[in-house]
């Protein structure tokens, strides 16, 4: 049974990975993502570059499907993995590549629901796996930590975009006040994270976005207000993962590594 959760983990992210790379050079003959995007832009839409962390991310899933099914050809009973990732990945994998197709579609509604799923997925797993408040092996963290935390971190950026987009396809448009909310209430929620939960490189994928939403807004010489609250919020959220990283620098992944650990 294990085997057939390492493929599967194996299949769903070749599905995605596909997905988006038919959709993303537009073989399908459908409009790019970008398209989309830019037609049902808001203020909590991030400037166009945010969007290469997609590289750093497929490129830990990578590293994640092929530690999970290191002994997919001889088993061995201590790599519980597979199992406990079950079906939550392959869930995640499969909305992934859906969320793409639906998007560029603009069944804008669907898309947010489908990002969604693929949200509470990743949570999920954060949650079954036990990520950030045990200590594993430094291959743990790297392999299976890092790649999940920054996805998850990253969708949940991408989940508060495509609701607002959805909410624009409405013709409901969010003001500068409200957007600015919004960010703080997701900052809220990100730290309340960061402190039960340790997920240092979770809110850095979101520090990334919200960044990036700043920028979109400066360039595009938009709202000041929206500017401000997402450079200072980012600000404050670095900071707070600065202070959590010495705070718990014994337990860091330099020290666990001068260690030998």
Known sequence: MKQLWQLGNIL?????????FLVGAQILGLPSINQISDKYATLLTPAGYAFSIWSLIYVFLIVFVIYQARDIVKPRQENNLPRLVGPFFIIASICNGLWTYVFVNE???????????????LYALLWRLKIAITDPPIKTILCVWWPLMIYTGWVTVASLVNAASWLESLNITLTPTIASIVLIVFAIILLILLIK?????????????????????????????????????AGLLLI????????NRKSNLLARLSKGR
């Open 12 to 20: 769903s992210l070749i599905f995605a990975l596909v997905a988006n």
């Open 107 to 121: 069944m804008v509604g669907l898309s947010v629901f489908v990002l969604l799923l693929l949200a509470g997925s």
């Open 197 to 233: 939960r340790n997920v240092r490189e979770l809110l850095l994928a979101c520090i990334w976005g919200i960044v990036a939403i700043g920028v979109q807004q400066m360039q595009l010489l938009g709202s000041q207000r929206v500017v401000i609250t997402a450079f200072t919020v």
């Open 240 to 247: 707070a993962v600065g202070v959590h990283a010495y705070i």
